[in-house]
Structure formats: C-alpha cells, structure tokens
T-cell receptor, first 113, second 116 residues
C-alpha cells in the first residue's frame, strides 16, 4: 500500500502565483486533512474533510482553498501565494469513528519568493 | 492555538538510556496520540491512548495519561540511535464518538537526540 501520496515534493513560487497541492490516499479512509509545519512549530490545521462531500476550515485557513474531489483525493490550492505561506505542507487521512491514528504523507516543501 | 505543549523542547541522552517526554493539554479530549518525525520526513503514528485509559504499552514505548492533570508522558526504553527524531503529542477533541473528525491538535514537539 502506498498510504498517503503528496505531489509535488518541492515547489518554488513567486509572490502572486497560484498552485495546487495534490493528495491521494489508498486506505479507504473517510477523513482527510491539510496541515502546515513551520520551523520550531507543531503542525497547524488548514482545512479538513470529515467525509466525502464536506470540507471545513481549520486553525489557519486564510489564503487557501480545498477540494475533496472524491473519497481518495483532497487538494489544497493557493490562489495568490505570499511569502508567509512558505512552509512544509502535510496531508493526512484517517478512518474517523474508529478513533485511530492518522497516516501522513511525506510532505511538500513550498517556498514563496 | 496549540493544544499540547511538550516538555522538554530538546533532550539528549546516551544510547541505552531511557527517554521520557511530557505533554500537557488544555481541553477535554477523546484520545491522545504520539507521533515521531524524522528530519525532513512525514509524521509516523506511534501510539494512541483513549481518555478512559491510564497506561498503554507498545514494544519499547510506554504512554501514560492523567486526565485530571491534563497531561501525558511518553517513555522510550533502551534508546537506540535510530530513535533520534522529533516527537509530537496530538489530541483529538470529544466531538464525535470516535474523536478526531475535526483534526488533531499538535504540540511543538520534543527533539530527541540519542548519542552513540
């Protein structure tokens, strides 16, 4: 099993450019999440999708949009990138209801110049 | 805002010694989880303890939970060089019966270094 796959692994954007981070899981999980991690910080939740067809804001949603394309895929879009969005982005998934652990992707390192 | 706060922020010990990390949190939880992150990698789930449990073991890992003090500890016994990593506690809120549908809240982590 591949688990959670994120693409791309690295990206450099200029201020004002847009891009979409892709995430796919093959574990039939119902809930998916996008986090960002900044130096010396834990992970902060950007958006989540508790089930297919629903999305909700997390702690730091400003400047981002998401799409739960189907049960497997959950994308994160930056419409107009800003230097403050320089970070490492992690996608995660879990089967809510079983109260189990989350499976994380390997991350996307994004630099906005 | 950060729910969990790990202590210490950094810990350096000799290989073979035991490592203990602590986590405090602020609100009621359904469960508390510990994750490991190797440098430049994603997080790996280590162990989950539910709010009605007090202690749990998994291999060389031992986790305790004290809901009255809103705190947890992670003990790694007989440490190895491969245990060098950052360790995060994360809490799942008591919203859904399974906990965690609205995401985990992470602390800032403890950076553990095992000296050979």
């Amino acid at each position: 099993n591949a688990g959670v796959t994120q693409t791309p692994k690295f990206q450099v954007l200029k201020t004002g450019q847009s891009m979409t981070l892709q995430c796919a899981q093959d574990m039939n999980h119902n809930s998916m999440y996008w986090y960002r991690q900044d130096p010396g910080m834990g992970l902060r939740l950007i958006y989540y999708s508790a089930s297919e067809g629903t999305t909700d804001k997390g702690e730091v949603p400003n400047g981002y949009n998401v799409s739960r394309l189907n049960k497997r895929e959950f994308s994160l879009r930056l419409e107009s990138a800003a230097p403050s969005q320089t970070s490492v982005y992690f996608c995660a998934s879990t089967w809510t209801g079983r109260g189990g652990g989350y499976t994380f992707g390997s991350g996307t390192r994004l630099t906005v110049v | 805002s950060q729910q969990g706060e790990e202590d210490p922020q950094a810990l350096s010990i000799q290989e073979g010694e035991n490592a203990t990390m602590n986590c405090s949190y602020k609100t009621s939880i359904n469960n508390l989880q510990w994750y490991r992150q190797n440098s430049g990698r994603g997080l790996v789930h280590l162990i989950l303890i539910r709010s009605n449990e007090r202690e749990k073991h998994s291999g060389r890992l031992r986790v305790t939970l004290d809901t009255s003090k809103k705190s947890s500890s992670l003990l790694i016994t007989a440490s190895r060089a491969a245990d060098t990593a950052s360790y995060f506690c994360a809490t799942a809120a008591q919203i859904y019966s399974g906990g965690g549908a609205d995401g985990l809240t992470f602390g800032k982590g403890t950076h553990l270094i095992i000296q050979p």
